[in-house]
């Protein structure tokens, strides 16, 4: 897919925070080149029984709704505000002080006020005060209501999906006012009426049949990790083994498909593939549960049951007694906070338990899968692996915290002592910008394609200057993440804001340290580049 | 022009109160009426709004985690900021109610050489906090109105805020707190572009109306001081359920009063119900503990899947020729 057309850095920091003369209500939507995403394909829509399958694009004037489409929305908003408390609760008390405006790496890149979480947040709220609520059934735009038009439809696709449900706004929020949760009824609401892009629904319907975002089918996974395999031996003179399907096994490991697909996050999973045949672990790869990721989160919360079902269904085939799981960021949003109340109960597993170390995984009790950062921590602690951290003296690392494991989990610590365990020289970003602060890679929850360029790189530019900052005070040339997305979209985001800085997963940067049984003379990193030590 | 309305809605109610005083009859509803209808729409708009929020189930465990979880046992996990069970949720809470946590991480966000540059901006923090906090002062210490004895509590209160003992009659300190944080935030929401950009009307019709019962309160005591015997007899009427009109406290007392019976009236259907709001917040006063405890979803319920068999039954020939196991062959 050719890149569309977008202004060099210098230019597009210049970022213009002058408001519209016109008040937000009556300022329609420009869909600008660059700045949007393609809508979901029928084909997808077909496979996974979505409404409203058809060809057309955001761009057009007619989006080819159905008749009744405002009934359907506004019926589907009545159901969401029985169903969750959150939608209703953020309906009703925002009080517009404005604490979120400015926290949100969209409004800081582009400047558009309607990329402020309030804003974002009022595009909705102001359809629900116009239809439940007595004073926007009255006094209409004076209380801060309006009719649902097509034009308000429109601005609903382009800034829900000009969101990437990161929850930064939320932790500021005198309330927890979270727009992502926001969003994502938005975003219901909009495949109600088949609107959605094709970024989200391709790899959903993917997802759905083959088992994987990408569409990978089973002997792909197979070559693909042991072509793998080949280079790991390459690099170490260990030849490491590939187990798929595998009953018996004591673990199911899931990971993002985006681990097996391509650089960077192919090194990611050969770090993975090193560390467990280094402790001799007894697990399998699914095919069936070849995806961690799951996009259903990016359009809806039955769409996100749908495919997570595969996890445990394929763990309870394999007769595995738990599950681990990669590093990804918003497959631990639904893991942690969705997974068990959705599919659970998981009684036929065992409470995790390493069979390395003895640890008992409690935080993980009930859901019975474990995070693989919580892991290997725990290896390390319990000094089960060899480490050289001198290997790594080639890289001086800074590390970002992906959105979903830092602000729906909390897991900043395990990242970071394994990062300091395995490495010499680690850097943290400022305080502003890591952590529950952390920035967005501005490509999450499915904007992460190549149409929606410009809008990428003015989200991901305050993640960028933070990661610039290290750079120039530190010489730091390696951005660690924990995140399949971030993997991949932080790559372009450092190549267009800070060339010359390439990113990693954690279990890359491990796995360059660690010492294996019956390893050669290592001269090479993973990636086959020079390394210290 | 959201402004300009909300400036005259707030001087509409307080013509419609001074029109009020020329006439028994209204002076009537005004001081026996008007307090009990505003009370009863307070009392039963909290409680609906309250239970409505209620009804609406919490399907997914949903907190927003601002510090280390709480996992291998020889990591410190952040309670307060990210609790683990109860009691770290009591305190997140309490922090959240009393101090504001949230808004205290408040900053803001400079460009500087092409880069942004966040600063902290805390001011919005107190000035809310002081707001809030005097807010909460005033309406104590206006309970001696409403018992007698005063409560020694209030009777303390009202000794400790007045304490600086400026000005006869003791000049509070809360009154010029809560002046000073009505005053910035209501310059702040005009001044500050983006912010004046999302206000409705009803953002400045709250601050409004509120920096109206505070000035006419401060009238009332510092430059037309008004029978508060008379006050008193009024309040404890209503309390008594003898209702009586007062005789000499002056149309300031009225407007005072119809004012407060307007926020008492709007104040279910309007933001201010962020005070009921705050403790229902699922994104706060949940424990994160997703992966220990099993959260339950009421509607739950099952949906279309892709079975193993069904991906089987469509890729045997592709796993066997991979040489993957299959359970049928
Ligand atoms: S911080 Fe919360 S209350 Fe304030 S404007 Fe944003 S969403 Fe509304
Ligand atoms: S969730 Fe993230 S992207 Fe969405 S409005 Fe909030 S800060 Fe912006």
């Known amino acids: ?88 609760l953020f309906m009703d008390i925002c009080v517009r002080c404005g ?43 004076l209380a801060g209501a309006r009719d649902l038009t097509v034009d308000v439809l429109k601005e609903w696709f382009y800034y829900f999906y000009q969101c990437t449900e990161c929850r930064r706004c939320s932790v500021f929020c005198p309330y927890g006012i979270d727009q992502a949760e926001i969003t994502m009824m938005g975003r219901e609401l909009l495949n109600l009426v088949g609107c959605n892009i094709n970024w989200v629904i391709e790899p959903v319907a993917n997802c759905f049949r083959t088992g994987n975002h990408l569409g990978i089918q089973p002997g792909g996974i197979k070559d693909m990790l042991e072509f793998m395999a080949d280079d790991i031996e390459d690099r170490t003179g260990v030849r490491v083994d590939v187990p798929l399907n595998k009953k018996g096994a004591d673990i199911l490991f899931v990971t993002p498909s985006g681990d097996y697909f391509a650089d960077p996050g192919t090194y990611t999973c050969m770090g993975y593939l090193m560390l467990f045949h280094e402790i001799g672990l ?51 949003r639904v893991i942690h906070q969705y997974m068990d109340t959705m599919n659970g109960p998981a009684d036929f597993l065992e409470e995790p338990v390493s069979p390395i170390t003895g640890a008992r995984f409690e935080n993980a009790r009930s859901t019975k899968m474990v995070h693989i950062a919580e892991f290997t921590a725990d290896l390390i602690r319990n000094k089960k692996l060899k480490l050289d951290p001198r290997r790594n003296d080639h890289l001086k690392i800074t590390f970002h915290d992906s959105c979903n494991p830092a602000r729906a989990m909390g897991l900043f610590e395990e990242p970071r002592y394994i990062i300091n365990n395995a490495c010499n020289h680690f850097y943290e970003m400022a305080e502003d910008t890591i952590r529950e602060k952390t920035f967005c890679c501005g490509a999450g929850a499915g904007l992460g394609n190549d149409e929606n360029l410009e809008m990428r790189m003015r989200g991901g530019m305050p993640r960028a200057m933070a990661v610039r900052a290290v750079v120039q005070k530190y010489g730091v040339n390696r951005l660690a993440c924990m995140c399949a997305i971030d993997r991949a979209t932080l790559t372009t985001l450092m190549d267009y804001w800070v060339p010359g800085v390439s990113v990693m997963g954690v279990h890359e940067l491990l796995a360059n340290a660690l010492i294996m049984k019956g390893e050669k003379e290592r001269t090479v990193d993973l990636r086959g580049n020079e390394m210290g030590g | 022009m959201n402004l300009l309305i909300s400036i005259v809605a707030v001087l509409i109610l307080m013509l419609l109160a001074m029109g009020m005083t020329m006439n028994h009859v209204t002076i009537y509803f005004l001081t026996a009426i008007a307090p009990y209808a505003a009370i009863a729409v307070f009392l039963a708009g909290f409680i609906r709004r309250i239970l409505l929020w209620a009804k609406s189930p919490v399907p997914f465990r949903i907190p927003t985690t601002c510090g280390q979880e709480k996992s291998l046992p020889w990591i410190k996990s952040s309670p307060l900021e990210n609790p683990s069970g109860l009691p770290g949720v009591i305190g997140r809470m309490a922090l959240e109610v009393l101090l504001f946590r949230s808004l205290f991480r408040n900053t803001d966000v400079e460009m500087i050489d092409g880069r942004p540059v966040y600063g902290s901006a805390s001011w919005l923090w107190f000035f809310g906090l002081v707001f809030h ?11 001696r109105f409403f018992t007698e004895p005063i409560l020694p509590g209030i009777a303390g209160l009202t000794a400790v805020d007045g304490f600086l003992e400026l ?81 000499g406290v002056g149309v300031v007392f009225f407007i005072h009063l119809f004012l407060i019976c307007v926020l008492l009236a709007w104040f279910p ?13 699922p994104t ?35 796993m066997k020729a991979a040489g993957l196991p299959v359970e049928k062959e």
């Not at chain 1, 400047?111 to 209409?140: C, H, I, Q, W």
């Open chain 1, 99 to 141: 604490a979120c405006a400015d926290k949100c790496h969209f409004y800081i890149g582009s400047g558009d006020p309607k990329n402020m979480p309030v804003l974002r947040a009022e595009l909705l709220r102001s359809v629900y005060r116009r239809y439940f609520t007595t004073a926007g059934k009255r006094f209409g735009r």
């Open chain 1, 282 to 332: 007894n697990y399998t790869f699914s095919t069936y549960a070849s995806e961690g990721g799951n996009f259903g989160l990016f359009t809806s919360a039955e769409m996100v049951k749908r495919l997570n079902a595969k996890i445990y269904a394929e763990a309870k085939r394999l007769g595995v007694k738990w599950i681990l799981g990669g590093e990804c960021g918003h497959m631990w």
């Open chain 2, 269 to 281: 259907f309007s933001k201010l119900m962020h005070a009921g709001g705050v403790f229902l917040s």
């Open chain 1, 1 to 88: 897919m050719a890149h569309v057309k977008i202004p060099q850095p210098d230019e597009l920091i210049k970022i213009n925070y002058a408001l519209p003369e016109t008040t937000w209500m009556e300022t329609p939507v420009e869909f600008r080149p660059g700045t949007w995403s393609y809508s979901g394909t029928a084909k997808s829509l077909i496979a996974l029984n979505l409404p409203n399958p058809r060809s057309w694009q955001p761009t057009d004037e007619d989006w080819k709704l159905p008749e009744n489409w405002q009934a359907i929305i506004l019926s589907g908003m009545k159901e969401r505000l029985r169903k969750y408390r959150s939608f209703r």
């Open chain 2, 167 to 247: 000005a006869i009659p003791t000049l509070y300190l809360s009154d010029v707190m809560l002046l000073a944080a009505v005053i910035f935030l209501f310059v702040r929401r005009i001044i500050n572009a983006p912010l004046r950009y999302i206000s409705l009307a009803a953002d400045y019709f709250a601050l409004l109306l509120i920096a109206a019962i505070a000035v006419t309160g401060l009238w009332m005591r510092h430059i037309q001081p008004t029978d508060l015997e008379q006050v008193k007899a009024l309040v404890m009427g209503w309390v008594t359920l003898s209702p009586h009109s007062p005789q």
């Open chain 2, 133 to 143: 906090g005097s807010l909460l002062v005033i309406i104590l210490r206006h309970l």
């Open chain 2, 284 to 318: 706060r006063n949940l424990a994160n503990n997703s992966r220990s405890q099993r959260h339950m979803n009421p509607w739950n319920g099952p949906v279309l899947v892709h079975t193993y068999e069904e991906y089987e039954d469509e890729f045997r020939d592709k």
